[in-house]
């Protein structure tokens, strides 16, 4: 008895099998950004506490612009200066000299000036004395005080800049939401791709 034999076409070695089982494959989640997960985060922890996200987010992204073109600035009469001997550089006046300067900022001063969104970080800086309930900022790096206390209040920009930096995320592009969108992204080319006069038959 006479059995049937698959016979393989001579260009079999040039047909292509881009996906012998499109059933076998899994769809690939698409990773989120950091920044997009950031911003659902926030845009989370501001639904839970009743606050319109978008708005705040808004709002906030705009004061860190006008805080980095330094369009605004913490008004100096919320703040205290108080001076002390340096161990810093000056010879050998420096110990002797009151050139060390102390900023101390409220809290209760500062955050009603600050995106509600930075007030838990500025809370937990490492910079705030708890007792007081103050941001504490200090510089020795002159032997004058005007130059000490200068240098106070561009730490504080800088500290107010870094929270700000780290804690509310950037506008995502129009790009980078259209790629978060697409939760499932699909391989291309799922199938079998034959030469166009590629033939399989039995003999």
């Known amino acids: ?16 099998l881009a996906c012998f089982n499109p059933l076998s494959f899994r769809p690939t989640v698409a990773t989120r950004t950091f920044a997009s997960r950031r911003a659902a985060a926030i845009s989370n922890e501001l639904n839970h506490s009743g606050l319109d996200s978008d708005h705040h987010l808004t709002a906030a992204r705009e004061w860190v612009a006008r805080l980095n073109s330094k369009a605004i600035t913490i008004p100096r009469d919320i703040c205290e200066i108080s001076f002390s001997r340096s161990s810093g550089p000056g010879g050998q006046n420096v110990n002797k000299v009151n050139s060390k300067a102390t900023l101390r900022v409220p809290l209760k001063s500062l955050l009603p000036l600050v995106p509600q969104l930075l007030h838990a970080p500025l809370q937990a800086s490492r910079y705030v004395a708890a007792k007081s309930q103050s941001l504490v900022i200090q510089s020795d790096e002159s032997r004058r005080q ?3 206390v200068e240098a106070c209040y561009e730490k504080l920009h800088q500290l107010l800049k870094s929270i700000a930096e780290d804690t509310i995320p950037g506008e995502t592009s129009q790009e980078q939401r259209d790629k978060v969108q697409k939760l499932y992204v699909f391989p291309l080319g799922i199938g079998i791709h034959f030469e166009e006069h590629a033939n399989l038959g039995l003999i």
């Open 1 to 16: 008895m006479a059995h049937a034999r698959l016979a393989l076409p001579r260009n079999f070695h040039r047909v292509s």
């Open 146 to 148: 005007t130059a000490n």
